[in-house]
Nanobody, 125 residues
Framework: QVQLVESGGGLVQAGGSLRLSCAAS????????VGWLRQAPGKDREFVAA????????YYADSVKGRFTVSRDNAKNTVYLQMNSLKPEDTAVYYC??????????????????WGQGTQVTVSS
């Protein structure tokens, strides 16, 4: 089992930055790919970014490419999402999720084995 807890959300002005953290417990976390997903009010959940089990590959949604960076520190059982140049349309609840996989990341997916509870990100114009 893997438990995930997100933190770092909040209110920021457009153009600002936030760093989200996803802290994991469970001895198998280092063998998991991790994704960040988000859901805005009235919209479907959408893929944001993902990182492979060893950090060797990453993948981003076109809407965040060049602005967001996903990274991980397996020694700390933590995955990060650095979000720069934030836009009002980035406003959403952000979730981290883990998938038991040691394969490279090759695309977007919403299929994960474990989910966090989410953290709110609000970007004001």
């Amino acid at each position: 089992q893997v438990q995930l807890v997100e933190s770092g959300g909040g209110l920021v002005q457009a153009g600002g930055s936030l760093r989200l953290s996803c802290a994991a417990s469970g001895r198998t976390f280092s063998n998991c790919a991790v994704g960040w997903l988000r859901q805005a009010p009235g919209k479907d959940r959408e893929f944001v970014a993902a990182i492979s089990w060893n950090g060797g590959s990453t993948y981003y949604a076109d809407s965040v490419k060049g602005r967001f960076t996903v990274s991980r520190d397996n020694a700390k059982n933590t995955v990060y999402l650095q979000m720069n140049s934030l836009k009002p349309e980035d406003t959403a609840v952000y979730y981290c999720a883990a998938q038991r996989s040691i394969l490279p990341i090759t695309g977007a997916t919403l299929t994960y084995n474990y989910w966090g509870q989410g953290t709110q990100v609000t970007v004001s114009s």
